[in-house]
């Protein structure tokens, strides 16, 4: 069974950090552009980073640029999202989702991309 595992979310107070994980289960990630998306209550999914196959390429979204950083580790299967100086509007529920592609072209829409995780909620407040 092909599958992706978020982790790491929870709750931090603004300017705080996280780092949230994506564990690829039945299938290795080195051959997929893994992206990240969120979504908060009453707003559509948003893309937030994406990082290419085999780590050629990152993309961020404006909102996050300089603030997160997308990462791989293909030896362990996992890539990450650092997220730092994070805001309350930062707050949402955040999905690693793979894309059979090498590329992150179009990375920020949804019907680019293979397999989804479940979700892992990140809240951010004082």
């Known amino acids: 069974q092909l599958q992706l595992v978020e982790s790491g979310g929870g709750l931090v107070q603004p300017g705080g950090s996280l780092r949230l994980s994506c564990a690829g289960s039945g299938f290795t990630l080195d051959r997929y552009a893994i992206g990240w998306f969120r979504q908060a209550p009453g707003k559509e999914r948003e893309g937030v980073s994406c990082a290419s196959s085999r780590g050629g390429s990152t993309e961020y979204a404006d909102s996050v640029k300089g603030r997160f950083t997308i990462s791989r580790d293909d030896a362990k299967n996992v890539v990450y999202l650092q997220m730092d100086s994070l805001k309350p509007e930062d707050t949402a529920l955040y999905y690693c989702?793979?894309?059979?592609?090498?590329?992150?072209?179009?990375?920020?829409?949804?019907?680019?991309?293979?397999?989804w995780g479940q979700g892992t909620q990140v809240t951010v407040s004082s």
């Open positions: 989702a793979a894309a059979g592609s090498f590329y992150c072209s179009g990375y920020q829409y949804p019907g680019l991309y293979d397999y």
